[in-house]
């Protein structure tokens, strides 16, 4: 099997927010105009505990991740930021 290419830290960003958008459904239009400090968990009524199962299944396969429980706190979800160093940090 061939290995899955490596998303490189500058695409992160990018990936992450098409992840968001496809995961909530939300316009990629809104996702873009997110900034690190933009509020998800709790804030956005579309990121509930289901779309945290989903998104975490989204990362796994788009970052080529493997995420234990241990790895998640839920902290990762509170802000753009705090999901973009949770992803960085399971890379």
Not at 27 to 52: K, Q
Not at 54 to 65: K, M, Q
């Amino acid at each position: 099997m061939a290995a899955k290419p490596q998303i490189l830290s500058a695409d992160v960003d990018s990936a992450l927010r098409a992840l968001l958008a496809e995961t909530l459904g939300l316009d990629p239009a809104r996702v873009a105009d997110f900034t690190a400090d933009t509020e998800l968990f709790g804030a956005l009524p579309e990121f509930d505990s289901m779309a945290v199962a989903n998104l975490l299944t989204g990362i796994e396969e788009r970052f080529d991740v493997l995420i234990e429980d241990s790895d998640v706190e839920a902290e990762d979800f509170a802000t753009l930021g705090t999901l973009t160093a949770f992803v960085n940090r399971l890379r």
